[in-house]
T-cell receptor, first 114, second 115 residues
Framework: GNSVTQMEGPVTLSEEAFLTINCTYT??????LFWYVQYPGEGLQLLLK?????DKGSNKGFEATYRKETTSFHLEKGSVQVSDSAVYFC?????????????FGTGTQLKVEL | GAVVSQHPSWVICKSGTSVKIECRSL??????MFWYRQFPKQSLMLMAT?????????EQGVEKDKFLINHASLTLSTLTVTSAHPEDSSFYIC???????????FGSGTRLTVV
C-alpha cells in the first residue's frame, strides 16, 4: 500500500538557520506529493505541491523537489523564522485508485527560537 | 481560493450528549468531504469519506453509529458524535478536494472536549 515516512521531530532551530525535513514515500506509479503546515489549534494549509517527477514546489521560501529515483520529497528553507514554528505534514495522493484519499506522514514539529 | 468553513472551533459537552460539527464549502461545490481525527502530537487519522447524496464510507475500526456523517448538499457535510464519552475528546478536521486535481482544502478544525 501507499505510505509516507517523515523524520521524527521535534526539530529545533535558531532563527535564520537552514531547514530540511526529510520525506520519503512508497507508492505505485507517479503520485502527487504535498507538504501541509499546521499552526497550533488550526487546520492544515497547503504549503506546496508537485505532481510529477523533477517538479519543484515552492511557496513562502519553502521548496521541495519530487525525486522519483529516491522516492523523496524533502522540504527545505534557507532561513527559517520564528513564525515558521508549526507542524509540517508530507502527504501523497495516488496516481490511480485510492479514491482521492491523501496518505499523510506522521508530521514533524518545527520549533524556531530567537 | 477554495475555502472550507468548519464550526464550531471548539466545544465542551457532557458525557452522553451529542455534538454536531459542520463543514461548509464556501466558494465551490464539494461532492466529497473527508473527516479526520487528530490526537495530540499525532498525525491525522482518516475516519470516513462523505459523498453528497449517498452513504458515507467509513474506515476500518470507526464506529458508524457513534460518528454519524451526513452530506445533504453540495456545500454542507456534518459529523455528529453521538453519546459522547471522554475518549472521544479530540481534534476533528474536515477536508475537501476543491475540484481541481491537486490541492485539498482543510477546515480549521474542531476541538471537542467531553467532560
Amino acid at each position: 500500500g501507499n505510505s509516507v515516512t517523515q523524520m521524527e521531530g521535534p526539530v529545533t532551530l535558531s532563527e535564520e538557520a537552514f531547514l530540511t525535513i526529510n520525506c520519503t514515500y512508497t507508492a505505485t506509479g507517479y503520485p502527487s506529493l504535498f507538504w501541509y503546515v499546521q499552526y497550533p489549534g488550526e487546520g492544515l494549509q497547503l504549503l506546496l505541491k508537485a505532481t510529477k517527477a523533477d517538479d519543484k514546489g515552492s511557496n513562502k521560501g519553502f521548496e521541495a523537489t519530487y525525486r522519483k529515483e529516491t522516492t523523496s520529497f524533502h522540504l527545505e528553507k534557507g532561513s527559517v523564522q520564528v513564525s515558521d514554528s508549526a507542524v509540517y505534514f508530507c502527504a501523497l495522493r495516488p496516481f490511480t485508485g485510492g479514491g482521492n484519499k491523501l496518505t499523510f506522514g506522521t508530521g514533524t514539529q518545527l520549533k524556531v527560537e530567537l | 481560493g477554495a475555502v472550507v468553513s468548519q464550526h464550531p472551533s471548539w466545544v465542551i459537552c457532557k458525557s452522553g450528549t451529542s455534538v454536531k460539527i459542520e463543514c461548509r464549502s464556501l466558494d465551490f461545490q464539494a461532492t466529497t468531504m473527508f473527516w479526520y481525527r487528530q490526537f495530540p502530537k499525532q498525525s491525522l487519522m482518516l475516519m470516513a469519506t462523505s459523498n453528497e447524496g449517498s452513504k458515507a464510507t467509513y474506515e476500518q475500526g470507526v464506529e458508524k453509529d457513534k460518528f454519524l456523517i451526513n452530506h445533504a448538499s453540495l456545500t454542507l457535510s456534518t459529523l455528529t458524535v453521538t453519546s459522547a464519552h471522554p475518549e472521544d475528546s479530540s481534534f476533528y478536521i474536515c477536508s475537501a478536494p476543491p475540484g481541481n486535481d491537486y490541492g485539498y482544502t482543510f477546515g480549521s478544525g474542531t476541538r471537542l472536549t467531553v467532560v
